[in-house]
């Protein structure tokens, strides 16, 4: 009797109806989607994320697997499909069918917990995050190294909870949108207050969290860690001749746009109209000739380097060690002595299928695309510590930015000033953007500057608060010179490293285990 009271106070007591069960989910996958760059509409993913925990509530395994599959396809499949631009539906299809995977884990996850919330409805919020921060755990490394692209953190650029990037990084901030949408469902679920004062207190009470959530986020103190000295930095984003895979077919002229943009550069130092820069940032594939072996590659550099008078960070595909490998690397290139070996950094995370193709000849059963990768990408063996001289850089190359542990390691490792170098050129601006919300988080993470250079755009700075400046627009050529703040601090989010997620992970499993307690006991009595 006790249960059936509880039941309907909470004014249900079965799943929500398939009916409205199914575009739930799909609409919790679109919703999701616009909380993200381009669009940008960040109050969006609580509202998804209460939407899946809904429909999947009190379903069974295999009925939430499938309603978070749904929300995944909708949320990936339009999200990644900068993949198909140029290498045709294939990979589009497969990487955005694997992420939600992921989802269908997370549809299964939250069904199972189910006994645990209509217990404890209290739990439902946290758990809901919890949840939320294992499944990107899971899915940030696995397979082969994992892919993770579409982070509830990466959708908070412009939100309020982005802050808490500061304090426990990116896992902390996809909890807060999480429990954001499980205090949302929470406050949905129950049944609707009367006129009674007091059955409107528990909705006032989620109500309060959920604001105070986002509240105590403008009460952290973000900012440049123990900021230091400031200097002078230029990016030159020097565009390619044509957007595509081909791109890289006009190697020349890609290096020649660089190259051309940095002289003119440097004539606008000599005529008073730019401030001279300490440091040069060149893009990903700026030089996809290897500069140390084509000595035309390495004068053309060296001409830039010294009439702007400052050393360049190039971005450069270089050959070797082995037959058919090649190594994608910012070299730091010096004025008057030209390239210093002891500051190449080596891109310790190749994107699979793209840059390299883990088992090829499984793969080319698949599809013969494959062997459009003609040369393995080697993986560096350090972080992307590079002591440049002005300023001690932490060097990360394009889809590395995603990377938590990649980033951290270089801040570990002594850096001043977070670079991320990336070619965009075989994707588009939505991609771009994207990726920018990832350097806004990375700077408040660890109360660094930030910078992304890139071929095409979109190029810009971020502060340790997370604005953004000098954003470049795409598919144009672009120089933008800041003068920002070097940081030798360490912020609790750099202290703390991996813990946060490890211990909110943990949680994770947690629950389901005591969600599995609860079935068990369910079972006994009901077969009692």
């Known amino acids: 009797m006790r249960t059936t009271k509880v039941v309907r106070q909470d004014s249900v007591a079965a799943a929500l ?33 209460a939407l899946l925990a809904a429909a999947t509530h009190r379903r069974r395994l295999r009925g ?15 999200m990644l499909e900068w993949t198909n631009l140029h290498t045709g539906y294939l990979p589009w299809v497969l990487l955005s069918l694997l992420q939600a995977g992921y989802l269908a884990l997370l549809g299964a996850a939250t069904a199972w917990v189910s006994p645990l919330v209509d217990r404890w409805r209290w739990a439902w919020a946290p758990v809901t995050a919890l949840l939320w ?3 990107e755990a899971l899915r940030d490394r696995t397979p082969f190294g994992g892919f993770p692209w ?13 802050r808490w990037a500061w304090l426990g990084g990116a896992p902390l901030v996809t909890f807060a949108v999480a429990l954001t949408g499980g205090l949302l469902v929470a406050v949905a679920w129950r049944r609707r207050p009367g006129r009674d004062r ?8 989620l109500v309060a969290v959920a604001l105070a959530v986002a509240g105590a986020a ?9 900021a230091g000295r400031t200097v002078t930095v230029a990016v030159v984003q020097g565009n390619v001749p044509r957007l595509g895979l081909d791109f890289n077919a006009q190697r020349q002229a890609v290096l020649d746009n660089h190259a051309d943009a940095t002289l003119k550069l440097a004539e606008q130092v000599r005529a008073g109209q730019r401030p001279q820069p300490d440091l040069v940032v060149w893009p990903e594939n700026s ?62 995370h190749p994107v699979p299928f793209a840059e390299y193709v883990p088992l090829r000849k499984i793969a080319r059963m698949v599809s013969e695309q494959v062997d459009l990768v003609r040369n393995d990408f080697v993986p560096g063996a350090t972080p992307g510590v590079v002591r440049s001289g002005p300023a001690v850089l932490g060097d990360v190359i394009c889809f590395e930015v995603a990377y938590d542990g990649l980033v951290r390691d270089t801040v570990d490792g002594g850096a001043q000033l977070l670079v991320v170098q990336t070619n965009n050129a075989t994707f588009d601006v939505a991609e771009a953007r994207q990726q920018l919300a990832m350097v806004r988080l990375r700077a408040v993470e660890h109360g660094r500057t930030a910078l992304m250079a890139s071929t095409v755009g979109v190029s810009g700075f971020a502060t ?65």
């Open 64 to 78: 939430g697997a499938g309603l978070g599959f749904l929300t995944g396809v909708a949320l990936f499949a339009p």
């Open 133 to 135: 921060v294992g499944q």
């Open 150 to 162: 579409g982070r509830l953190a990466f959708a908070q650029d412009t939100s309020p909870l982005l």
């Open 287 to 348: 030089s996809d000739i290897d500069p140390l072996r084509n000595a035309s590659a390495g004068q053309r550099i060296a001409q830039a380097a010294d009439a702007v008078g400052a050393p360049i960070l190039v971005g450069a595909v270089l050959l070797g060690p082995g037959e058919k490998q090649v190594r994608n690397a910012g070299i730091l290139w010096r004025p008057g002595s030209g390239p210093d070996l002891a500051q190449l950094y080596t891109k310790r």
């Open 218 to 226: 403008l009460l952290l103190p973000v900012g440049a860690a123990g």
């Open 17 to 49: 109806p398939l009916r409205w069960a199914v575009p739930a989910a799909a609409v919790a996958g679109v919703l999701l989607l616009l909380a993200f760059p381009p669009y940008g509409v960040w109050p969006l993913a609580p509202v998804g994320v």
């Open 198 to 205: 007091r059955e409107w207190a528990p909705v006032a009470v």
């Open 464 to 528: 340790p608060d997370g604005r953004v400046s000098g954003e470049t627009g795409f598919n144009t050529r672009a120089v933008v010179v800041r003068q920002v703040t070097l940081a030798d601090g360490w912020t609790p989010a750099t202290r703390a490293g991996v813990w946060p997620e490890v211990v909110l992970a943990g949680l994770a499993v947690a629950a389901l285990l005591v969600a599995a307690g609860l079935r068990r006991v369910a079972r006994r009595d009901a077969g009692g």
